[in-house]
C-alpha cells in the first residue's frame, strides 16, 4: 500500500511560500506476493478461501487479488500454472512463492512444501475439479493390438505436453517409446500419425476423450493444487504463508 505525503516547509525571514521544499515520502508494507493459477485451479481456489473467509477480488481486467475480509498482508498475481514454478524459481524475481499443480511440479523438477485442502471445501453443490494425468491407447493402437499392454506400445511415438513424467513412466514399464512434447491438443494426432498410438495427457471429466476416441489405459498419477516456496523467501513471508495454511486448515464448511 503506497502514499504519498508532500510536506510544505515555510520559511519566515522570506515572504511568502517563497521556499516550498516539497518531500516526497513512500509509505509502504511490503506485502507477501504469492501466485494463483489461472483457469479452473483458480475458481476453485478462489471458492476455498471464501469458504474459510478469506474473500480475494481485483479491479476489472486486473490479475492483482487482494483480501477483502482478511487483514492477512497476502497479495496474489493471477498467472498460467505451468509458470508458477518457473518465475517462484526466477533469481530476479520479488515474489514470494505460489499455489500450481502438483503434476507441474513434478514435470519441473521443482519442490512442493504443502498440499492446498481443496476437497475440505467442497459440497454436494460442487464439482472441484479432480485431475489426473494418464496413458490413453488411440484407435491406431487398438487396431493392431488385441490386449493393448504397455510393452505393446515400444518403438511407437507418444504425443504428450508432459515429457518427463512420459520417460519416467516408460522406464519404470522397461519400454522404449518416441516421445514428442506438444503443447495443447494432442488427442487427434492419432489421425494423421499412424505411429501414434499413445498420449500422456491431463484430464478431467473424460469428454475431449470420448470425443477423440481416446481410452484410458492406466492412471498414472493424481493432480493436486500445491505450494511452491521462493528459496529466498523471509522469515515474516513464510510465518504470513503458514498463517494462510493454518487458516484454510481449520476453516470448513
Same mark, same amino acid.
Given at each position: 500500500?503506497?502514499?504519498?505525503?508532500?510536506?510544505?516547509?515555510?520559511?519566515?525571514?522570506?515572504?511568502?511560500?517563497?521556499?516550498?521544499?516539497?518531500?516526497?515520502?513512500i509509505?509502504?508494507?511490503k506485502?507477501?506476493?504469492?501466485?494463483?493459477?489461472?483457469?479452473?485451479?483458480?475458481?476453485?481456489?478462489?471458492?476455498?478461501?471464501?469458504?474459510?473467509? @478469506?474473500e480475494?477480488s481485483?479491479?476489472?481486467?486486473?490479475?492483482?487479488?487482494?483480501?477483502?475480509?482478511?487483514? @492477512?498482508?497476502?497479495?496474489?498475481?493471477? !498467472?498460467?500454472?505451468?509458470?508458477?514454478?518457473?518465475?517462484?524459481?526466477?533469481?530476479?524475481?520479488?515474489?514470494?512463492?505460489?499455489?500450481?499443480?502438483?503434476?507441474?511440479?513434478?514435470?519441473?523438477?521443482?519442490t512442493?512444501?504443502?498440499?492446498?485442502?481443496?476437497?475440505?471445501?467442497?459440497?454436494?453443490?460442487?464439482?472441484?475439479?479432480?485431475?489426473?494425468?494418464?496413458? *490413453?491407447?488411440?484407435p491406431?493402437?487398438?487396431?493392431n493390438t488385441?490386449?493393448?499392454?504397455?510393452q505393446?506400445?515400444?518403438?511407437?511415438?507418444?504425443?504428450?505436453?508432459?515429457?518427463?513424467?512420459?520417460?519416467?513412466?516408460?522406464?519404470?514399464?522397461?519400454?522404449?517409446?518416441?516421445?514428442? /512434447?506438444?503443447?495443447?491438443?494432442?488427442?487427434?494426432?492419432?489421425?494423421?500419425?499412424?505411429?501414434?498410438?499413445?498420449?500422456?495427457?491431463i484430464v478431467n471429466? *473424460?469428454?475431449?476423450?470420448?470425443?477423440?476416441?481416446?481410452?484410458?489405459? /492406466?492412471? !498414472? @498419477?493424481?493432480?493436486?493444487?500445491?505450494?511452491?516456496?521462493?528459496?529466498?523467501?523471509?522469515?515474516?513471508?513464510? @510465518?504470513r504463508?503458514?498463517?494462510l495454511?493454518?487458516?484454510?486448515?481449520?476453516?470448513k464448511?
Amino acid at each position: 500500500m503506497k502514499c504519498q505525503i508532500l510536506l510544505y516547509k515555510y520559511d519566515p525571514d522570506l515572504s511568502g511560500f517563497n521556499q516550498l521544499i516539497i518531500k516526497n515520502k513512500i509509505m509502504s508494507e511490503k506485502l507477501t506476493q504469492l501466485y494463483l493459477p489461472k483457469g479452473e485451479w483458480f475458481d476453485s481456489i478462489s471458492k476455498a478461501f471464501s469458504r474459510a473467509n @478469506l474473500e480475494i477480488s481485483a479491479p476489472p481486467r486486473c490479475y492483482e487479488y487482494k483480501f477483502t475480509s482478511s487483514k @492477512l498482508p497476502i497479495i496474489f498475481q493471477a !498467472i498460467r500454472s505451468k509458470e508458477v514454478c518457473l518465475d517462484v524459481n526466477d533469481p530476479e524475481t520479488s515474489v514470494n512463492g505460489g499455489f500450481t499443480g502438483s503434476d507441474i511440479v513434478i514435470e519441473q523438477y521443482s519442490t512442493a512444501l504443502w498440499t492446498f485442502p481443496l476437497y475440505n471445501f467442497e459440497s454436494e453443490k460442487d464439482n472441484f475439479p479432480k485431475p489426473k494425468i494418464i496413458l *490413453g491407447s488411440t484407435p491406431n493402437f487398438r487396431a493392431n493390438t488385441k490386449d493393448q499392454k504397455i510393452q505393446d506400445l515400444n518403438s511407437k511415438t507418444i504425443y504428450t505436453s508432459y515429457p518427463t513424467i512420459t520417460k519416467r513412466f516408460f522406464e519404470e514399464n522397461n519400454t522404449q517409446v518416441n516421445i514428442i /512434447e506438444r503443447q495443447g491438443t494432442i488427442e487427434g494426432r492419432w489421425r494423421t500419425n499412424f505411429n501414434n498410438w499413445a498420449i500422456v495427457d491431463i484430464v478431467n471429466s *473424460g469428454e475431449t476423450l470420448k470425443a477423440n476416441q481416446i481410452e484410458i489405459m /492406466e492412471e !498414472i @498419477l493424481p493432480a493436486k493444487i500445491v505450494y511452491v516456496e521462493n528459496s529466498n523467501i523471509t522469515n515474516q513471508d513464510k @510465518l504470513r504463508v503458514n498463517d494462510l495454511q493454518e487458516l484454510l486448515y481449520k476453516a470448513k464448511i
